[in-house]
């Protein structure tokens, strides 16, 4: 009996890895080195998640998700710190199992790519650059249910389906992907506001490190700063912005216009006042780009007396969320805001989504579909390929 593994995570990739085991005896390694988080024993089917723990003995590795991706093939996601992969191999490795080079295991991929379920093999690649645990769960769905299960309903319903409600359930698909993008490709999260209103100490409070320099004089961050962030279920970038506010020279006025263009790319703004100052601490400008984007009113400094009202704030997406950054208080409010803003909060992974970008834009065509005829075409597109390899994994 053989097996084989292969770490097929992508450089740089983040806060998930991916590590593939196959072979004859993969499946018996493998009961012997997952403990699954409910009681009964994994089953490991193929199209199958399994959710649980890789122990050495009694001595718990890592959470991971394990999928089933063909007989006697299993993908194991796990964390993708590199002594956690590192110490998952070397546990595989006691057990018999021969390491092998990930170009082996990809070249396999796109060797089948024209003849099975394209979707599969786009997950199969997604995995490996998943940001967490939930993505991963996400993407591992879609192979065998989610949107491959969606896509052989509309095919068998185009009969007696009108085309216009056809459409109407390829929009909500394609809005669900939008929340999973966050969840596979992670979430860019801005710290907006003016000048001392504690956006620096913010960061450091979220991040758990001293990652901003924290002064007493307003304006300091003339640039902007990063931090990446694990706030479950999210992968998180942090990004600590100059703040707004009376521009002394280029300089300010500089920094000041990073913040916007940091503030256009972000998923999600925390909108950062000084619960001890004014009402006015944004001009008209910051609130109109405000306006098309996810954003949290964060009050901060509230273990001062606060003369900031609530009252006279505009509609956001989420209600003021009262935080004291130097103090540490409200920071769990602030991270559950969040996840409810980006809608990830209580996301069903077996929710049908495009992870791909071949795949959404497929799905815009089947929703622009005028004929039956045409429908078919895009879905068969979807389900069969064709697929390139530089293009089959190219994200949203």
């Known amino acids: 009996m053989s097996a084989y593994a292969a770490v097929i995570t992508g450089q740089g990739s983040g806060a998930i890895a991916t590590i593939q085991l196959s072979g004859a005896s993969a499946q018996a390694i493998l009961e012997k080195v997952f403990r699954p988080t409910r009681t009964k024993p994994a089953e490991f089917e193929v199209g199958g998640i399994a959710l649980g723990h890789i122990v050495d003995g009694d001595e718990i590795i890592d959470q991971v998700t394990v999928g089933g991706e063909a007989p006697s093939v299993f993908t194991i996601h796990c964390h ?10 070397k546990l595989l490795e006691r057990h018999g199992v021969e390491l092998m080079p990930a170009e082996q295991v990809l070249a396999g991929v796109f060797a089948t790519s024209q003849s099975g379920n394209a979707i599969a093999v786009e997950a199969r690649l997604a995995l490996t650059t998943v940001k967490t645990l939930a993505g991963a769960r996400l993407i591992a769905h879609q192979a065998k249910a989610g949107l491959s299960e969606k896509l052989r309903h509309w095919r ?28 596979i490709e992670g979430c860019t999260v801005a710290l907006i506001g003016p000048a001392g209103a504690g956006k620096s100490t913010l960061l450091n409070a979220l991040a758990g490190r001293e990652k901003a320099i924290v002064t007493g004089i ?8 990063s931090a990446e962030i694990h706030l479950p279920p999210l992968a998180v970038t942090l990004i600590d912005t ?4 009376l521009v002394q020279d280029g300089i300010d006025q500089s920094a000041q216009y990073r913040s916007l263009e940091v503030l256009a790319q972000a998923d999600v703004a925390l909108l950062v006042l000084d619960a001890t100052g004014p009402a006015d601490q944004i001009d008209g400008d910051l609130s109109a780009r405000l306006a098309a984007k996810r954003v949290i009113p964060v009050l901060n400094k509230s273990d001062l007396p606060v003369t900031l009202g609530v009252g006279g704030l505009p509609a956001y997406d989420h209600p003021p969320v009262c935080i004291s950054a130097k103090q540490g208080t409200g920071i769990n409010a602030l991270t559950a805001a969040i996840a409810c803003t980006c809608g990830v909060a209580d996301f069903d992974p077996r929710t049908p989504v495009a992870f791909s970008s071949r795949q959404r834009r497929l799905l815009e065509r ?31």
Do not use: Y
């Open 80 to 89: 993708g710190n590199p002594l956690i992969v590192e110490a998952i191999v």
């Open 156 to 183: 068998q319903q185009l009969q007696s389906k009108s085309l216009d409600g056809l459409a109407g359930e390829v929009r909500h698909v394609l809005r669900n992907s939008d929340i999973a993008r966050l969840l």
């Open 218 to 225: 307003k304006g300091t961050t003339r640039d902007w700063v």
């Open 242 to 245: 100059a703040g707004f506010g």
């Open 366 to 396: 089947l929703g622009a579909a005028g004929s039956p005829g045409d429908a078919i075409a895009c879905i068969d597109d979807l389900l069969r390929g064709p697929m390139a390899p530089e293009t089959a994994h190219e994200p949203m």
